[in-house]
Antibody, heavy 119, light 111 residues
Framework: QVTLKESGPGILQPSQTLSLTCTFSGFSLSTYGMGVGWIRQPSGKGLEWLANIWWDDDKYYNPSLKNRLTISKDTSNNQAFLKITNVDTADTATYYC???????????WGQGVMVTVSS | NIVLTQSPASLAVILGQKATISCTASESVNKFGINLMHWYQQKPGQLPKILIYNEFSRAPGIPARFSGDEAELNFTLTIEPVEADDVATYYCQQGLTFPLTFGSGTKLEIK
């Protein structure tokens, strides 16, 4: 059974760094072809893709966030991470991690973690 | 970036009738003859759930009431017959080119 669960700070201040963790089970990021992505959704708005990481440590980022993103993984502990530097109120959203299936679709999603950026 | 234009933004359908949601891509999402267009359903307060992948393939457990099609960069998600449980926002997403992009969503309501 595949499960994913996100965790994060809940609230942080502008200019800080947001650190998110995705803890998953039912698959391994050391297995050929496996990958995890991060997607966010501001309240009442649509979905925005942020980044993907694969078993071989290949990574892709959304350039609209202008080099503020860093995705990484810990295969030993079945975790993936996302850091967003220099946050502002526009980064307030629910952040989801999801398993990448073939052809870059997301078959399994975590429940999401709400993050609020506020001074 | 590949832009996905979804329409309509909202849709009210009578129970048992057909709902048609459109997603037009700004350029081809075809890879080796397969359109990498995916559809998700997000019910109020819930996480997104994949319905259709690669244009027309239903994800496991998705009923045949949900179908996907394509004509000249215009992708369609059809729900027929619509049930009360289908109230949700539906998103298309292309998987061909980074950055991956989503449509803006279509909110389905029951009339």
């Amino acid at each position: 059974q595949v499960t994913l669960k996100e965790s994060g700070p809940g609230i942080l201040q502008p200019s800080q760094t947001l650190s998110l963790t995705c803890t998953f089970s039912g698959f391994s990021l050391s297995t050929y072809g496996m990958g995890v992505g991060w997607i966010r959704q501001p309240s009442g708005k649509g979905l925005e893709w942020l980044a993907n990481i694969w078993w071989d440590d290949d990574k892709y980022y959304n350039p609209s966030l202008k080099n503020r993103l860093t995705i990484s993984k810990d295969t030993s502990n079945n975790q993936a991470f996302l850091k967003i530097t220099n946050v502002d109120t526009a980064d307030t959203a629910t952040y989801y991690c999801a398993r990448i299936e073939g052809d870059n679709n997301y078959g399994y999603w975590g429940q999401g973690v709400m993050v609020t950026v506020s001074s | 970036n590949i832009v996905l234009t979804q329409s309509p933004a909202s849709l009210a359908v009578i129970l048992g009738q057909k709902a048609t949601i459109s997603c037009t891509a700004s350029e081809s999402v075809n890879k080796f003859g397969i359109n990498l267009m995916h559809w998700y359903q997000q019910k109020p307060g819930q996480l997104p759930k994949i319905l259709i992948y690669n244009e027309f393939s239903r994800a496991p457990g998705i009923p045949a009431r949900f179908s996907g099609d394509e004509a000249e960069l215009n992708f369609t998600l059809t729900i027929e017959p619509v049930e009360a449980d289908d109230v949700a926002t539906y998103y298309c997403q292309q998987g061909l080119t980074f950055p991956l992009t989503f449509g803006s969503g279509t909110k389905l309501e029951i009339k």
